[in-house]
């Protein structure tokens, strides 16, 4: 075994700790240009309820980047598995008054209104809502079983199995719903995505328990170690002892774990499910998780580091919001931001082996 | 000689192909007809163009995901343009080829100069290209195209005229898909350039000691797919005869089918033209079997889903079998 103790990241490496400069600087620029709209409570409050569904792709996202790989599908994964999730929830919760048929259709179309039909209450309620979040997160947990299969066990490259299962996905979730969504969801379960604990958005503490479980999954256990081994050089993994295809499956199924809990917060937030949301959220995910420092091959980046990643992204693209830039203006910047954040992100690691080599 | 051809990944698709096509035709009896042959050939042809130069970025290892953003833009400005004065379709194909070829130098530059993953790159410029014309546009689609691009796609290299009164014939669409195609062959099979690229997908470090310009065979490279892209933009032109700034848009994952079904594999210096083309018709006849056996449309994308899963997984089949048969010899 390799000495893993050396390998092991650390919990503020020297880029993280540029990127909480990063941090400061986005976060005092906008508040001093415009702080009576950044910082007024409801663009905090939206942010802290948009950030976290975001936030835990974006940490799916990193998972199978750290290992070397990527994996495309995950914005249609999330689709598949928030479908499921609330055909599960609706045709529990009312139960009799929609068929499943209707519900295919989109319940609203075919005049039921889920008002009129009281859906169950206390601890059945809540035995539902957990059933149908449990049915997301296995169903995307599937979606990367699958991806991690296609890619360990098949050996085809990352972006060809994920780009082929994107579409698989994205096809399972229209054949499903003719592209027509998915809404009313019962109150319990959109507390999920909406709801307050102590004035506390409830998104955001599964986004911050999520955070540190990833980290001390990473950080603590064995087949942490081991994805940032196979990341960084497959082939002394392999040589080392390590199993790269079991370690690369269970890598792919626990970026599908996240994008299920994803799924849930997305779906319960905007109260319905269609095929296509967050499409958008597949690039800026990409983006986030080399701003982060996660290493285009593979091998290196902290958890703490895509934070940051998050934070600044969500912070700019408010600050986007306030000053009225359209969406396509903003995928200019986006796109100009992934390809200038590789950039440095390649010169640095450069930059200072040439500074070593002077000293 | 005949038997290599026999054991190719080429006769092995066109054997699928042709096995397909008589099954279908079985099921729907309007499949294995001139017409329909001939129909697939032409709406094919804008994927085809598309995928040949996709394939020979594939074939020197990289992958290119903003080739229909290119393709988008110089189909945009091209025809922009040349609603300003009396234009014509040669100036068209030229202006858009041009500007097609002007964006890709821009992929070239970024991964040539800073040495940042294609993909990354790609993923990156697809959004800053179409994002850019997005924003500057007033109005980003043109629904009067001058009448010379729909001429020239109902225009015949031979045809002749059923009982009906429906015309039937080799489309000049796909004829010109089909002398891109040829043009790119000879390249890759006669000039020093073609071996170029494909020493570049077999090994960078050995292409370069073997005394290869890298940095000239990039530059083409990149240029030659955003040419082909802009080129397939104004055949799109022709073909439904208005511009629309996201129709191409998502069309990177059927050209890489494609071209991933036609034989080539992201590890680069693998596949054919001839290949790569078996690959699009391949993905056109199942779709139009999909039609003709009344298969709702939403099914689509579960198919595409399948065949790109189906076809990198029996690629990368066949170079596990490579490795272990190569490991035996050195043995």
Known sequence: MPDLKTARPRLVSPRSATYIIAFVVVFAVLAILQPSKFLSRTNIQQMAFQLPEFGVLALAMMVAMLSGGIDLSITFSSNLAGIASA????S??????????SLLKGIMAEGVSPAAVTAPTGIVMLGIVLLSVLVAVAVAGLCGLLNGLLVAKVKIPPILATLGTMKLYEGLSLVITRGSPITSFPKPYLFIGSGSVLHVPFPLIVFVLCAIAVSVFLRKTPLGFSIYAVGENPTAARFSGLRNDRILMKTYLVTGLLVGVAAVLMISRVDSVKVGYGNSYLLQAVLVVILGGVSTRGGSGTVLGVIFGILILRMISSGFNIIGFSNHFRNVIWGSMLVLVTIVNNAV??????????R | MKRAFLRSHEFVLLAILIGFSVLVNAISKSFLTAENLFDILKSSSIMGTMAIGVFVVMLSGGIDLSFPAIATVSMYVAVRVLLLFDGNLPLAFLMASLIGAALGSVNAFLIHRFKIPTMIVTLGTASIFHGAMLTLADVPHIYSVPAYFFEFSTKYIFSWTKSGGTTI??????FL?????ALTWLLLRFTMLGKGIYALGGNPEAAKRAGFNITRIQFFIYCFVGLLSGIASIQYVCLVRHVHPFNLMGLQLDVIAAVVLGGASLAGGSGTVLGTLLGVWMIYAIRNSLVLMRIPSYWDPVVIGLIIVASTAINAYRQQLRKTETRVINA
Request: aromatic share 8%; hydrophobic share 60%.
């Open chain 1, 87 to 90: 055909l599960v929830l609706l």
């Open chain 2, 169 to 174: 014939g080799f489309s000049t669409l796909a």
């Open chain 1, 92 to 101: 529990l919760s009312y139960g009799g008054a929609v068929d499943f048929q």
């Open chain 1, 349 to 358: 690691p450069a930059l200072a082996d040439r500074l070593k080599a002077r």
């Open chain 2, 177 to 181: 898909m089909l002398v891109i195609a």
